[in-house]
């Protein structure tokens, strides 16, 4: 009397359908983003990345997305989000309470600078005519900050 094999077996069809299912959701899935993805993006963000002034900034500089002929560039400031509230985080030394300082308002100007510059290297590429900055978010979710 034979005992019967506590693991069923699975054939070698079921198992080379099971593989070939994978395979087409993962060219699917390639295939969705690469016609959504802009070579332009790559482009401009090795431009960024190049730029050893702008890669060497404790912020990193990001192009979010191309509309037109406008990049959608990273910012750490805007409206919702203090300049002094990113210095805090880079720069732990300012004493931001103290805002009119020459150590804030150097840092302030660097930031400045170094933004500036990130602009110039995007507005650089031949298609692209502006830039509009929106607020990274996710940098001071990544930090422990919810900017809603």
């Known amino acids: 009397m034979s005992t019967p094999d ?27 983003w690469k016609s959504q993805h802009d070579p332009r993006i790559d482009a401009l963000e090795r431009m960024l990345a190049d730029d050893l002034e702008v890669s060497d900034y404790a912020y990193r500089f990001r192009v979010f997305g191309i509309e037109g002929n406008t990049a959608v560039m990273s910012t750490p400031r805007s409206p919702e989000m203090s300049v002094l509230r990113f210095l805090e985080i880079i720069r732990p030394d300012l004493d931001i309470d103290q805002p009119d300082s020459p150590p804030v308002i150097a840092a302030q100007k660097e930031l400045a600078r170094i933004q500036s510059r990130a602009r110039e290297i995007v507005m650089s590429h031949p298609q692209i005519d502006n830039v509009r900055w929106q607020l990274d978010r996710q940098w001071y979710l990544r930090h422990g900050i919810d900017v809603r």
């Open 6 to 32: 506590p693991q069923p077996s699975t054939s070698k069809p079921q198992t080379l359908i099971a593989a070939l299912v994978v395979l087409a959701v993962a060219v699917g899935l390639f295939l969705i």
